[in-house]
């Protein structure tokens, strides 16, 4: 891991020397889309690595962007080792227009298409930003995120393994650290997923999912700012005390086949069986019903709350233990 050190931390016109912080906001011009995206710098006065903290990659998720803020108000650069390069709001069309997992200006999920793509779409060209501008030279990354306004979520930490076995054994001490009771692997570092992206680069990444429903409680906030302190000090190389975890790997994901009004019959936590029926989306124009099966046995951790639902539409995320 490099020791970042007596160097400045610049991202675009914004920079923070050794010792000092730094709050403001970086205009990404991506020619499709103008944006501007809040950062805090804090640049220790101490060595340590550069870790990054990624908020509203997703729009709707409050938990996580309200910690980045508090976060970003605590931390103190004379007692910072390394440097924090934290990022509040990462795709401000899909966090302000509408707070939505999916961009207003193409409709696309953004965690989807990392490293991105400058010549692509509004979204493809943001991703390559943040991916090049804040991602790349990270020692370590953290993603964080919540269920959506009509999303319940059980909390947990995701993260990919990579086959390099250095890498995957601080990955998951990094989850472990975070405090959440429940860890989600991915047995490979394919796709799209800001951290999966990174994990690919060689970075310890990690997925912290905190809150669900559009909640903005202040004890959540703060817990999450707890366990990001926590996986600082351990990424120092402090002697932090990984918690017990369950692990998991995602194995069935539901949607929705009909157009219409969803009833589940599940929370997040319940556990479900093949076959089981979960739900029914009702048919508003003649009440008849669908019933909508478990594709898996397993946990179910996220799922739809709201009640209006398209074909395609994600109805819930079944995982079952590793
Ligand atoms: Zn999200």
Not at 8 to 29: C, D, I, M, N, Q
Not at 74 to 87: I, T
Not at 207 to 223: F, I, K, N, Y
Not at 305 to 322: C, E, M, N, Q, S
Request: glycine residues 12%.
């Amino acid at each position: 891991m490099t020791s970042h050190t007596a160097t400045t931390l610049t991202v675009g016109a914004l920079s923070a020397g050794p010792g000092t912080k730094v709050r403001g906001s970086v205009r990404a011009e991506l020619g499709t889309l103008t944006t501007d995206i809040p950062l805090a710098l804090i640049n220790g006065s101490r060595p340590g690595p550069r870790v990054v903290i990624t908020a509203g990659v997703h729009g709707g998720e409050f938990t996580g962007i309200d910690a980045a803020h508090r976060l970003a108000d605590r931390l103190d650069p004379e007692q910072v080792r390394g440097q924090v390069l934290l990022c509040l709001v990462a795709n401000p069309p899909a966090v302000y227009n509408g707070r939505l997992g999916t961009s207003p200006l193409d409709g696309v999920n953004i965690n989807r298409v990392f490293p991105g793509d400058p010549e692509g779409s509004p979204t493809e060209r943001l991703a390559a930003w943040l991916f090049e501008n804040i991602v790349e030279d990270a020692d370590a990354y953290i993603d964080l995120h919540a269920g959506r306004i009509d999303e319940f979520l059980r909390n947990f930490v995701g993260y990919r393994l990579t086959g390099d076995p250095e890498l995957d054994a601080k990955t998951a001490t990094m989850a472990r650290v975070v405090g959440h009771e429940d860890v989600i692997l991915g047995l490979n570092a394919d796709g799209g997923n800001s951290h999966a992206a990174a994990a690919r680069r060689g970075i310890p990444a990690i997925l912290v999912e905190t809150g669900q429903l559009g909640e903005r409680d202040p004890q959540a906030a703060e817990g999450l700012v707890a366990a990001l302190l926590r996986v600082l000090d351990f990424l120092n190389g402090d002697d932090v005390e990984p918690r017990p975890v369950t692990e998991w790997l995602w194995v069935g994901f539901v949607a929705s086949e009909a157009i219409g009004l969803w009833y589940p019959e599940f929370t997040p936590g319940t556990d479900v069986t093949e076959g089981q029926v979960i739900g029914r989306v009702v048919d508003p124009a003649d009440g008849r019903e669908h019933e909508v099966r478990a594709t898996a046995t397993g946990r179910v951790f996220y799922g739809m709350r709201g009640l209006t639902v398209l074909p395609g539409t994600d109805l819930a995320a079944i995982a079952a233990p590793r």
